[in-house]
């Protein structure tokens, strides 16, 4: 298990660092606009044609029927679409919802190009973050004539919401794509109004492995803006990107709350508040180590709403005691 996730964590590493292209801007519909909505139901009529995180252009005829998905995020995706029917594959370690677990696999970062051919699929449904050790698999399935579509690897809410409702518009459930979008902001601004009844500002470190190779994520990251949205302070903040840190350092910078970002660890917690010098940190003290799903605020998907609203509870259960 901790290979799996070491290979995890070196591939989430690369993807939180990538610097994303750029793909077409798509305006979320206001559902009480009449006019906006006749536009969206047009713009959603086949065939379309789409372009990709990498600027290919893909033109579809008609809602697809079959489709591959090759990332969790795109699957929760295609999934809260209500594309069950049309799935024909996932990657290995898609986990959600529990209709995944039942979907023939296709591999993880490295896929089966074979496997995938042989489903037959309208749509292959990347992502940036493969790029790289996977663009000569990508080209081979174009190359067979598969349409390959690259998602974006989306840095911050916003550009979630654009992900979910392009890969709406291309699988025929635009409309779906928005109410999904609509419900995510309305539970963001639930979880931002709650906050904003906080008077005192927490420090909180966020680690994402455990010792020996303790990585955080610092500012310019996704976690970074999720933390701005709570109104809290990464310590982590003074460094770009996701990075190494030793146990002596996250002593000195005394969090007011330690957030694990990962479960691979059994008893993680109470192994977090045992390490040497951490009973001196505020968030040991005041028995605020607090463990929270990884999944739902890495995978920037439906769930990433709820994600945000784990980590406001986690920081300022107080806000959420009503």
Wanted: with cysteine.
């Amino acid at each position: 298990m901790k290979k799996m996730w070491q290979l995890w964590m070196a591939s989430a590493l690369a993807v939180l660092l990538l610097v994303g292209c750029g793909t077409k801007e798509v305006t979320p519909v206001d559902n009480k606009d009449n006019a906006q909505q006749e536009t969206a139901v047009k713009e959603a009529t086949f065939p379309l044609t789409i372009t990709d995180a990498v600027g290919n252009d893909i033109t579809l005829e008609e809602a697809p029927k079959t489709i591959v998905s090759m990332i969790p995020s795109n699957t929760e995706i295609l999934f809260a679409l209500g594309l069950n029917d049309e799935i024909v594959g996932v990657n290995d370690y898609d986990d959600y919802p529990a209709e995944a677990l039942e979907k023939e696999k296709i591999g993880g970062m490295e896929f089966n190009v074979e496997k995938i051919l042989s489903m037959n699929p309208d749509i292959v449904f990347a992502h940036e973050s493969m790029l790289g050790m996977g663009e000569a698999g990508l080209q081979q399935l174009r190359d067979a004539g598969v349409k390959v579509f690259v998602v974006k690897n989306a840095a911050n809410f916003d550009e979630t919401y654009t992900t979910i409702e392009q890969i709406g518009r291309a699988t025929g459930k635009l409309t779906e794509a928005q109410k999904i979008v609509e419900g995510m902001k309305a539970k963001v601004a639930d979880v931002t109004a709650k906050i904003a009844k906080v008077k005192t500002k927490k420090t909180v470190f966020v680690e994402t492995s455990d010792v020996p190779e303790i990585y955080t994520p610092g500012k310019g990251t996704f976690m970074q803006e999720i933390l701005n949205m709570v109104n809290a302070e990464n310590v982590a903040a003074d460094q770009e990107g996701w990075f190494k840190i030793e146990p002596e350092e996250i002593v000195s910078r005394n969090p007011d709350v330690i957030l694990v970002m990962y479960s691979y660890v059994d008893g993680i917690v109470d192994s977090v508040k045992a390490r040497p010098g951490f009973d001196s940190i505020n968030a040991v003290k005041n028995n605020e180590v607090v463990q929270v799903d990884e999944n739902i605020t890495s995978r920037t998907g439906p769930r990433l709403a709820d994600g945000l609203e784990e980590v406001a509870k986690a920081i300022y259960p107080e806000a959420f005691s009503e």
